[in-house]
């Protein structure tokens, strides 16, 4: 066989490959395939996209190609319509691949868990801060342990919020986490700072002024395997809002032990502090219990040694 002959058989392998994974799916699989045997890099594609008007970021593709991210918002899908035209497939080679379901690999199955829409009353908001990062609502993370410190200032807001976290990945290829703050009744999201503190980067932040929320990347060093613990700490500096009146914490799967402490500053001490608990944003609080104001700390903490999914908080009152 000669050598033109050889190559002429290579490149007839290669195009039933690619027709079979498109056929078959799943979409990264047929993304990746067909990358391969157009021989386009990353780079290359992500500028063919651009000269048509459609930004995606290198790292974007390739969690595409990977099946760590699945193409959801109408930007995405414009730019998967025009990459079969880059990579020169039929009309709806890839896009008709996204409408079927994601497959087992790519969507894992996860804890018992409770939507945002059940825990938080901002929940559009917030489900459209999470879409613009691509965040899925299973981020690959289990919660081993989160301690977190919020830090109420001397005119009674919420001056800051500082957590240390453990996680353990319940699939491969996690890299990042997407912390959620909500300020209090006239906060500026615009205004708050998002600080990275050991084992992390912050990477895209988004907010919207009127619902008070605040979404932020965290970055890890590495990908995570199914199985690797990772720990990590953050901070939100916020101190725009209004007197602040309680904290609470909202947890969509269940988890490992949480740890929240409140401490006030000296010049502005609460007369009454308590825990409580709700099943979902809306429900009657209950597990209340009163917590005494330790005067030396001047803080107050509660304790979930095994958190379910629902929210936790502490409320205190003003003289």
Not at 61 to 80: F, N
Not at 217 to 244: N, Q
């Amino acid at each position: 066989m000669t050598r033109t002959s050889t190559a002429r058989t290579s490149a007839g392998v290669a195009e039933s490959e690619l027709a079979r994974a498109l056929r078959s799916g799943p979409f990264h699989l047929a993304l990746r395939t067909a990358l391969s045997v157009r021989g386009l890099a990353l780079h290359r594609v992500q500028h063919r996209l651009a000269q048509r008007g459609v930004k995606v970021g290198v790292t974007t593709l390739s969690y595409w190609q990977q099946g760590l991210r699945r193409p959801r918002r109408p930007e995405s899908l414009r730019a998967v319509r025009l990459l079969e035209d880059v990579l020169d497939l039929p009309e709806r080679a890839l896009t008709g691949l996204l409408a079927a379901p994601a497959p087992s690999g790519t969507a894992p199955d996860r804890p018992a868990a409770r939507s945002y829409r059940s825990l938080v009353e901002e929940s559009r908001v917030l489900e459209r801060l999470l879409a613009e990062l691509e965040s899925p609502e299973d981020g690959g993370l289990h919660t081993v342990c989160h301690l977190e410190r919020v830090s109420i200032g001397a005119g009674r807001e919420m001056r800051a919020r500082d957590s240390h976290h453990v996680v353990r990945a319940h699939r491969d290829g996690v890299d990042r986490y997407v912390a959620i703050h909500h300020g209090d009744e006239g906060c500026d999201p615009g205004r708050m700072t998002v600080r990275a503190g050991e084992n992390c980067r912050v990477g895209r932040v988004r907010w919207h002024a009127t619902a008070g929320v605040l979404v932020a990347e965290l970055l890890f060093d590495a990908r995570l395997r199914a199985g690797d613990t990772h720990v990590f700490g953050y901070g939100f500096d916020d101190g725009t809002g209004g007197p602040s009146g309680e904290y609470v914490r909202g947890f969509s799967f269940a988890g490992g032990q949480y740890v929240l402490r409140v401490r006030f500053d000296e010049a502005a001490l609460p007369v009454r502090c308590r825990r409580f608990s709700q099943s979902a944003a809306g429900a009657p609080r209950s597990g209340q219990q009163e917590l005494t104001l330790a005067g030396r700390h001047r803080e107050v903490h509660l304790v979930e040694q095994g958190v379910r999914p629902g929210i936790v908080g502490i409320a205190w009152d003003w003289s």
